[in-house]
């Protein structure tokens, strides 16, 4: 079946390390994303790319970083520069040049300690 | 900048009552609108999206949205909910093309037996 899978759905990690989450899409889509989801604040944009090896920083960038060396994979690593890590972490893809309707995967929730 | 407003963050309704959440949007001409189901720790699924014409859209799981340029709205309805409709919704918009989708900050719904 087609859709978007991410990896691992729990994370835990030690304060001060970097942590890689994994999104893969076997959908065909051009666009991928990645959101951040904390309680009562909705889905903040991290990063986005509409093409591979092209990428755009999204409303809190700060602390994250993508790779796109592939169409189906956008993985975001959380540096130890995030000041605040722990979150839901929710990734989606679409097709481009549409109205932007977003597929998304389960989700990783990631807790820091 | 263009941004989506849900005033209710938390709604209670009784099972077989009837449902409406609200949405506002702001954005100069017309966007592409769309909502958004989640389930709690899952990620999100699309119930319906707006692009043009007929203003009234129908969706999956019985639920339907009115577009009304006239008061930058697209509020979700449901003539009678059910156990299963307990989730967290998120109304969105994008200018189309190659935008982003802007999220609002979603609504929480419970039902009671």
């Known amino acids: 079946d087609g859709g978007i899978t991410q990896s691992p759905k729990y994370l835990f990690r030690k304060e001060g390390q970097n942590v890689t989450l994994s999104c893969e899409q076997n959908?065909?889509?051009?666009?991928m994303y990645w959101y951040r989801q904390d309680p009562g604040q909705g889905l903040r944009l991290i990063y986005y790319?509409?093409?591979?090896?092209?990428?755009q920083k999204g409303d809190i960038a700060e602390g994250y970083s993508v790779s796109r060396e592939k169409k189906e994979s956008f993985p975001l690593t959380v540096t130890s520069a995030q000041k605040n890590p722990t979150a839901f972490y929710l990734c989606?893809?679409?097709?481009?040049?549409?109205?932007?309707?977003?597929?998304f995967g389960q989700g990783t929730r990631l807790t820091v300690v | 900048a263009q941004s989506v407003t849900q005033p209710d963050i938390h709604i209670t309704v009784s099972e077989g009552a009837s449902l409406e959440l609200r949405c506002n949007y702001s954005?100069?001409?017309?966007?592409?609108l769309f909502w958004y189901v989640q389930s709690p720790g899952q990620g999100l699924q699309l119930l319906l999206k707006?692009?043009?014409?007929?203003?009234l859209v129908q969706g999956i799981k019985g639920f339907e949205a009115e577009f009304k340029r006239s008061q930058s709205s697209f509020n979700l309805r449901k003539p009678s909910v059910h156990w299963s409709d307990a989730a967290e919704y998120f109304c969105?918009?994008?200018?189309?093309?190659?935008?982003?989708?802007?999220f609002g900050k979603g609504t929480k719904l419970t039902v009671n037996p």
């Open positions: 969105a918009c994008s200018k189309g093309g190659s935008e982003k989708l802007v």
């Open positions: 707006y692009f043009s014409g007929d203003t």
């Open positions: 989606a893809s679409s097709e481009q040049g549409r109205a932007r309707e977003a597929f």
């Open positions: 959908l065909n889509h051009d666009a």
């Open positions: 790319s509409q093409i591979v090896n092209d990428f």
């Open positions: 954005y100069g001409a017309t966007p592409y």
